[in-house]
Each structure stands twice: as C-alpha cells, then as structure tokens.
C-alpha cells in the first residue's frame, strides 16, 4: 500500500501472515520485541540486517517493507531458521533460554543447537541411520 511506513507495513503484513509480532521476531532470530519496539517507534532506525530478517520471515523483499518501493517483490516466506531439539523437555529448555537471552546470546545459542544437531546427523549418518 502506497504512503504505509515500515512499522505500518510491518505490522499489517504480520497480521496478513497471521501471526505476531513477538512470533515473527523469533522467526526472525531476533529479539522477541523486536517488531513490536518497530511498530509501537520505539526503534526508529532499524538495521538493514533487522528488515531483511522479517522480510525472509514475511516472505517479501527487504526494500518493499522498508517502502523504498510499492512493488512488493513477494516469495515464499521462509519456515523459522531456528533449530528445534528433538525432545520435549529440550525444546521447552531451547524457547525458554531463547527468550530470556539477548541477540546476542540468542546467535550463540542458535549456532551452538544447529552443531549439536549436525553432530547428531552425522553419527546416525557414520552408524548407518538416516
């Protein structure tokens, strides 16, 4: 939509998805306020690399929701990058820690999950599993 700004644009295509801010910032990879501290002005310089990881999220170009342009550039919106443990018990640690942590600490706790699971592919590779 012509004249939107990015909290604007922002906010609708998160509601278009059908989802929330705090999910698509953890899509994202980034803060769980994130969108939210965007769309409420709280952050009114984004970084380029925070656009870019909600339009990967939102499926659009990174130019069109930073309305640089009106041509939405749309593409299949990516499934959430982040690792997933394998148990439940895991899985619930991995959300709880992801929230409570920084960006910072949320890249290293992402990095750390995704070695811990290619590990894990390559034993089941090396005993002739999957």
């Known amino acids: ?6 909290p ?6 998160i509601t278009e998805r059908g ?6 910032s953890i899509a994202a990879g980034l803060n769980p ?12 310089r984004p970084l380029h690399t925070t656009i870019a ?6 499926g659009v170009d990174a130019d069109y929701l930073a309305c640089r342009t009106d041509a939405a550039g749309e593409v299949a919106p990516q499934q959430e990058e982040r690792p997933r443990p394998s148990s439940a018990p895991d ?7 992801m929230e409570l942590a920084t ?15 290619e590990r894990g592919k390559k034993k089941r ?3 002739g599993g999957k």
Request: aromatic share 4%.
């Open 103 to 117: 960006e910072d600490e949320q890249r290293i706790l992402k990095e750390l999950a995704e070695r811990i699971i």
């Open 19 to 24: 989802t929330n801010p705090r999910a698509a």
């Open 33 to 44: 306020t994130a969108a939210r501290d965007i769309i409420d002005g709280k952050s009114k």
């Open 53 to 58: 990881a909600f339009a990967r999220v939102l």
């Open 1 to 6: 939509m012509a004249n939107e700004t990015l």
């Open 91 to 97: 899985a619930l640690l991995f959300e709880r820690a």
């Open 125 to 127: 590779r090396a005993s």
């Open 8 to 13: 604007e644009r922002l906010d609708r295509l």
